[in-house]
T-cell receptor
Framework: LAKTTQPISMDSYEGQEVNITCSHN???????ITWYQQFPSQGPRFIIQ???TKVTNEVASLFIPADRKSSTLSLPRVSLSDTAVYYC???????????FGTGTRLQVFP | GAVVSQHPSWVICKSGTSVKIECRSL??????MFWYRQFPKQSLMLMAT?????????EQGVEKDKFLINHASLTLSTLTVTSAHPEDSSFYIC??????????????FGPGTRLLVL
């Protein structure tokens, strides 16, 4: 399983765009990249998943360069409620498990 | 989106007792469910993988006789913490995997169960 590396923490202000980058140098050909959000005392919540290039949904965008050794989660115009821990995971469809790294603790200030 | 529930949401028990936590996929069938444990300010740690109708696969260092997992149906998995001790106090989270497209599968997580052992 590919190991992921993320910044431990990030700070931002309301209304700004936040980009969180995750490194996964050993990503395998069949691996997908998935991002989760977790608030205190809650289970993680799925944000977005992708394999290559760019994926966008109603809450975020995921940018994956051609070599797929990193990925960037982009949160447009964050609000205070986006304060949470964000996890980047790499895994193969149909694989048995996803391993959580340290995650990135995002703090949004007014 | 897919919904996974856990029951109870929190539990307090005396040392030496057993506690059962249920994990249910409410609107999809989950062939595989996962159990995690999370201590304060730490990341989720995978404890075991549970497949419907078969024995769970435990991660290294997790005692299978202490953390009993049963996956009786495609929508229900249970984790029983046997003879609980204060060091078992933690936040237990389950997740369920459902097939969403022909190529990609996504895990959805339950809200977690806070266990406090006195």
């Amino acid at each position: 399983l590919a190991k992921t590396t993320q910044p431990i923490s990030m700070d931002s202000y309301e209304g700004q765009e936040v980009n969180i980058t995750c490194s996964h140098n050993n990503i395998a050909t069949n691996d997908y990249i998935t991002w989760y959000q977790q608030f205190p005392s809650q289970g993680p919540r799925f944000i977005i998943q992708g394999y290559k290039t760019k994926v966008t949904n109603e809450v975020a965008s995921l940018f994956i360069p051609a070599d797929r050794k990193s990925s960037t989660l982009s949160l447009p115009r964050v609000s205070l409620s986006d304060t949470a821990v964000y996890y980047c995971l790499v895994g193969v469809p149909n694989t048995d498990k996803l391993i959580f790294g340290t995650g990135t603790r995002l703090q949004v200030f007014p | 989106g897919a919904v996974v529930s856990q029951h109870p949401s929190w539990v307090i028990c005396k040392s030496g007792t057993s506690v059962k936590i249920e994990c249910r996929s409410l609107d999809f069938q989950a062939t595989t469910m996962f159990w995690y444990r999370q201590f304060p300010k730490q990341s989720l740690m995978l404890m075991a993988t549970s497949n419907e109708g078969s024995k769970a696969t435990y991660e290294q260092g997790v005692e299978k006789d202490k953390f009993l997992i049963n996956h009786a149906s495609l929508t229900l998995s249970t984790l029983t913490v046997t003879s609980a001790h204060p060091e078992d106090s933690s936040f237990y989270i389950c997740s369920a995997r459902g097939l969403w497209t022909a190529l990609m599968e996504t895990q959805y997580f339950g809200p977690g169960t806070r266990l406090l052992v006195l």
